[in-house]
């Protein structure tokens, strides 16, 4: 069914640059969602008199949306090329960007486009990925699925998400924003999600260009799957047929049995459908094991950063496999038997998994699941 | 080496609009913005000429993938202004201001379970043309397996003339 290209490289991720809630670095992030300590506030950015809900997980002092992505993609570009390892050239190298698409995104590509040249020498952004949740999923995948076909040797993807008014206004208007304040993935009474901000960066390589630059592998991408429901405009597929596709394409591309992943950092964003439907891929692909598989959402500390998500929990993805620590599911208050996972609650569960998932669904009926590797 | 887009085999091709007096059908819940209507009727042309009425032969690993330089200029603007003046925002343009929908509804109708992908276009084509990094990009998704087929949608919402070009492709 899938893993048509022929693998002539492994694909690996080199540096992360991360700006989000809990702070600028991958550091305080990997601390915050291992501890399962929410990032939310009040809003405070805009107005949100009339709004239903008025929390959301907000970069403090938050600077331009394009300067946030460089940011990261400088950090992200500085970890791939420390002093001991030879230096990168990005003068071919392709920019993947996921961005929200509005009024504004054109304007941000340029000005992202004009540091990314001025700074580093990258000719230009290639391509904007604006697929909702699943944008920067789907830009690590074709990322992934370049170097391995041998297309390129190093790219870069960056993705980043600022809660605006707008997006706001509109998730509220939709009802989509969680009427407690809390997200509560696959928790009984959950009542929807929060926003947040992000801006991540990855660096990915092709592993045998890392060891000619001498740079240090932080882990793999040994698969990556994408799949759509055909089902609904919004709605995922109930039983979780699209997003399990997605994941049994990832597993099959990476060459791995399903009993040989060991951590899952799932979608779920607090949605009463959306969560229940994860659960049920999970059901599918892992069977009797999905008892013993530790699973998370980590949007219960973060938030949901929409196009800049997937980049986001990659990066909670490869901080857990290194640190063999795995993430809290922050927010759960009590069990939905729609949803019996084996959830890592109440403290971090130590473990040091070979391989990980980090699931992405999106609107449309967009899934994406990427297959990570310490 | 970049991807070669002479690998690709077009199997079916269409435009909005033919003509001058082309017609844009109502798309039921899409209605502050002429974009997703638009999308969605190009796709049924070109989907229609490769397999006659809906829902065609049954599910099909298809990709969606929908390229824009404009991206739904009329529903983001639609949401700024709500925003703005502290008005209620509509409901529904909760789910317009996502590119995807419109995407579900397409793969819902015609049984597509391939990828769904939205890009934003960064070098544009001419009118009727589809942008090569498109191309490219169905191409590296039909290489890499996830799909047999792409549907490819190039929409843009101008100042004078909506116009969008959709194409079912597969490799040679």
Redesign the interface.
């Known amino acids: 069914m899938t893993g048509a290209t022929a693998i002539v490289a492994r694909p690996v991720v080199t540096g992360i640059g991360v700006l989000s809630a809990c702070g600028h670095g991958l550091e305080p992030l990997a601390l915050a969602t291992a501890q399962g300590t929410p990032a939310f506030g009040a809003v405070s950015r805009f107005d949100v008199t009339g709004r239903r809900v008025q929390r959301a997980a907000l970069l403090a002092d938050a600077p331009p949306l394009a300067e946030a992505v460089l940011t990261a993609i400088g950090d992200a570009r500085r970890q791939a090329a420390p002093a001991t390892s030879a230096a990168a050239d990005d003068s071919a190298t392709p920019l993947l960007l996921a961005l929200h698409s509005d009024l504004g995104t054109t304007g941000v590509t340029e000005r992202i486009a004009e540091g990314a040249r001025r700074q580093w020498g990258i000719p230009a952004v290639t391509r904007v990925y604006t697929g909702a949740c699943v944008a920067a999923g789907t830009a690590v995948a074709d990322a992934a699925a370049l170097i391995a076909s041998g297309r390129r040797t190093r790219v870069l993807v960056a993705a980043g998400h600022l809660v605006t008014a707008g997006v706001y206004a509109a998730f509220d208007a939709g009802r989509a924003l969680a009427r407690d304040g809390e997200v509560r993935p696959f928790s009984a009474g959950r009542s929807g999600t929060l926003l947040g901000d992000a801006a991540v960066a990855v660096v990915l390589e092709a592993e045998s260009e890392a060891e000619r630059r001498g740079t240090p592998v932080l882990a793999a991408i040994s698969g990556w799957g994408r799949s759509g429901d055909a089902y609904h405009v919004c709605r995922p597929v109930p039983d979780g047929n699209g997003l399990a596709r997605a994941i049994e394409a990832a597993l099959e591309r990476g060459g791995i049995a399903p009993d040989q992943v060991g951590y899952v950092n799932a979608n779920a964003t607090g949605s009463p459908l959306a969560d229940q439907a994860e659960a049920n891929a999970l059901h599918r692909v892992f069977g009797g094991r999905t008892g013993r598989l530790p699973v998370s959402s980590t949007k219960g500390v973060h938030g949901h950063a929409l196009e800049a998500s997937a980049l986001l929990e990659l990066a909670v993805t490869i901080a857990a496999l290194r640190s063999g620590t795995l993430p809290v599911n922050a927010g759960w208050t009590g069990q939905d038997e729609d949803c019996r996972l084996d959830l890592v609650l109440d403290r971090p569960r130590p473990t040091r998994p070979r391989y990980a998932l980090t699931l992405n669904s999106a609107f449309g009926g967009a899934n994406t699941a990427l297959l990570v590797a310490a | ?3 070669t887009p002479t690998a690709l085999l077009e199997l079916a091709r269409a435009h909005w609009p033919e003509s001058a007096d082309d017609g844009l059908p109502p798309l039921a ?1 899409f209605t502050a913005s002429t974009f997703s209507p638009l999308v969605a009727e190009a796709a049924e042309r070109c989907l229609r000429a490769r397999y006659g009425p809906a829902p065609g032969p049954g ?1 099909t ?1 298809t ?2 993938l929908l390229t ?2 404009s ?3 009329a529903t ?2 639609a ?2 202004a ?3 003046s ?1 008005r ?4 529904l ?3 317009q ?9 397409i ?2 109708r ?11 276009t ?1 070098v544009p084509a001419a009118p009727g043309e589809v942008p090569a ?1 498109a191309l490219e ?1 169905a191409e ?7 799909a047999d087929q792409v549907l490819l949608i190039a929409a843009e919402q101008a100042e004078h003339q909506d116009h969008a070009v959709a194409l079912l492709l597969t490799l040679r």
Do not use: C, E, K, Y
């Open positions: 080496m970049p991807p819940g599910p690993r990709a969606l824009s330089g991206g739904d200029r983001a603007a949401i700024d709500a925003a703005a502290q209620r925002v509509p409901p343009l909760f789910f201001s996502n590119p995807n929908a419109v995407l579900g509804h793969a819902a015609w049984q597509l379970t391939g990828p769904v992908v939205a890009t934003g960064v990094d990009l590296l998704l039909l290489a890499d397996g996830d």
